[in-house]
């Protein structure tokens, strides 16, 4: 509140709650810390899972950093943006959310004691920035091992299964690499790889087992023909890809028609049935024998299409219609006037079969697929979504490798090689920001004491052990393996992971911590909603 001449000048409004300075950086560090606390046991293979019930009574249960994250309903504004660089996380690389989030913590709880030292958050912060910076050039330049995606099949299939280590589908993580690596040489391009996941469609259905699950060399539409009497199998389809309602449109409004003469009516219905049948007519004509249409088709059309031999499937979403022109080429028609046969699509086979009680339509054998389709099979609901999850982020470590490709050591190695070359980084410097990267340098140390911990083993010796070797050069893969339960080559072990994954870890963790340092002010509005002032954290957080 200003002064002028002794009154009070307010600048906000009434029941506006301020915290200032050292407060509102604590209230956010707190929040931050409390996030990584939820988090921190389930990173790693011995990671625990949650169970998280939604407000209508729902379950899921995961260890999966960003779903816990996005279910957790977080309301204090610094926590809000630890879930948002989780989500960042999520979305670039698919992976690596559960460390970000807990590399960010502990730098801010580092940041805290040294901040209770007496050095000003600035220095910190520009300390941290500096680190984080220097940190992603010594991995890309210095750590990182160049691989060839396109030879590598083998480390493909092993940076695949470091990633399902921390999941819940143990006994199938070979299968899924498999699969995940199969699935994404189907759809790979030359850049922009981790764009093409969204062209693996993932369809679940309830079966025995997850070994049962297949990828189709084209797409899986969960729709059946509009009419029964259709064929059931058609081989090496024409397939017109169609956005045009095959409907009479129906007024708006409601209309009378009067007709006063007998034949009138029949020319009416005459004229009605030639503009249905005309869909039909026309796709004959240019040797169409299955439509795929994203709007609707009347039952007298699906007669006519019929009875032309022609198999036809109705409100089919765009994006599905996109995909399966991707599988089967040809265009999308919005009026099947301008329709020719250069526009009509292939492949070897179109099929409908029944699989847990539904129907689904098969197009598959296509020449060369840019988006293809993946049956998921497993045995309950829950373990469908899991598996899903897992399939996706095991997708989305082989795209990013196919975009950066080069991997580092997991279980901590890659966190303890940057801390130690950080640390002689640091001796060289002088002041303050000596002392900011060193902090940063240890804090990166989390990783492989939490892997530990969580894994019952003791952290203070598995660290001892990683720093002696670490110290040491030509050991930059040396990390935990929690199988083997001791500090091991995990290059030779096969724990692995892309670069990009890292990169991207300490990018956000480095961006929150630097991003909360630097605010000394909190203003919230009262209408603002969402629970009061931190200090009050949301209930499940602490
Ligand atoms: N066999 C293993 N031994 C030790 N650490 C492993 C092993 N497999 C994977 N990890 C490590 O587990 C961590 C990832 O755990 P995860 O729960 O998936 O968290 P995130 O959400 O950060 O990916 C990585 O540091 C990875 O290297
Ligand atoms: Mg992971």
Redesign the pocket.
């Known amino acids: 509140m200003a002064q002028l001449g002794g009154t009070p000048i307010l600048i906000l409004r009434e029941g506006t709650e301020q915290s200032k300075g050292r407060d509102a950086r604590d209230r956010n560090i707190m929040a931050i810390q409390a996030v990584s606390e939820a ?1 921190k046991s ?4 011995r ?1 625990l899972d949650k169970m998280l019930v939604d407000s209508l009574g729902d379950i899921t249960v995961t ?4 779903t816990i994250l996005d279910n957790l309903d977080v309301q204090h504004p610094g926590a809000k943006m630890a879930v948002a660089i989780s989500k960042t996380q999520d979305s670039l690389v698919g ?6 989030v ?1 590399i960010a913590g502990q730098l801010l709880t580092v940041a805290s004691e040294l901040m209770h030292q007496g050095i000003h958050p600035t220095v910190i912060s520009r300390g941290f920035n500096l680190a984080g910076k220097h940190a992603r050039a010594i991995l890309k330049n210095e750590i990182a091992e160049k691989i060839d995606p396109n030879t590598d099949t083998d480390t493909l299939k092993k940076i695949a299964v ?2 399902m ?3 819940g589908i143990s006994g199938n993580k070979v299968f899924f690499s498999d699969l995940a690596v199969k699935a994404f040489s189907k759809v790979r391009q030359e850049k922009d790889n981790m764009g093409q996941v969204s062209n693996i469609v993932i369809v679940k259905k309830k079966g025995k087992s997850i070994q049962e699950s297949q990828i189709v060399n084209g797409i899986i539409l969960e729709k059946e023909a509009t009419h029964q009497m259709m064929p059931k199998v058609v081989h090496n389809p024409k397939i017109a890809l169609v956005s045009q309602s095959f409907e009479i449109k129906k007024t708006e409004f409601s209309s009378d028609l009067r007709i006063s003469d007998p034949n009138d009516i029949q020319a009416f219905l005459d004229q009605e049935d030639s503009i249905l049948k005309h869909f039909a007519e026309k796709l004959q004509e240019i040797g169409a024998n299955v439509v795929v249409n994203q709007k609707g088709i009347d039952d007298a059309v699906s007669h006519y299409l019929n009875q032309n031999g022609i198999l036809a499937i109705k409100s089919v979403t765009k994006s599905d219609l996109e995909k399966l022109r991707k599988a089967v080429g040809g265009h999308i028609n919005e009026n099947i006037d301008g329709l020719t046969a250069a526009d009509l699509g292939t492949c070897e086979l179109v099929e409908f079969k029944k699989i847990a009680g539904d129907d689904l339509c098969f197009f598959s054998g296509c020449a060369d697929p840019k988006a293809v389709s993946v049956l998921l099979r497993a045995g309950v609901n829950q373990g469908l979504d899991e598996a899903q999850r897992t399939l996706h ?1 095991a997708l989305c470590v082989i795209a990013s490798i196919y975009d950066r490709s080069a991997i580092v ?5 890659v ?1 303890m090689e940057l801390s130690q070359r950080l640390l002689n980084l640091a001796s060289k410097q002088s002041g303050k920001e000596q002392i900011a990267i060193e902090t940063y340098a240890r804090a990166l140390e989390i ?1 492989p004491i939490t ?1 530990a911990e969580n ?1 019952g083993l003791d952290p203070i010796d598995i660290i001892a052990e990683l720093r002696g070797a670490h110290a040491k050069p030509g050991n930059e893969f040396m ?5 083997q339960g001791k500090v091991v080559d ?1 290059r030779k ?1 096969g ?1 692995i ?1 892309p670069i990009a ?1 890292i990169d991207q ?1 300490l990018k956000s963790s480095t961006e929150l911590a630097v991003m909360i340092l630097r605010i000394d002010d909190m203003i919230k509005s009262k209408s603002g909603g969402g629970g009061g002032m931190p200090g009050g954290m949301p209930p499940g957080m602490m």
């Open positions: 988090v389930t990173l790693g293979p990671g260890n999966d950093g960003a992976d690596g959310t559960t460390s970000s807990i470091t990633t280590n921390s999941k982020d050591g997991g279980g901590g190695a966190e990783i892997l894994a990390g935990l393996d929690i199988y995990n072990a724990i992971e994954n870890i």
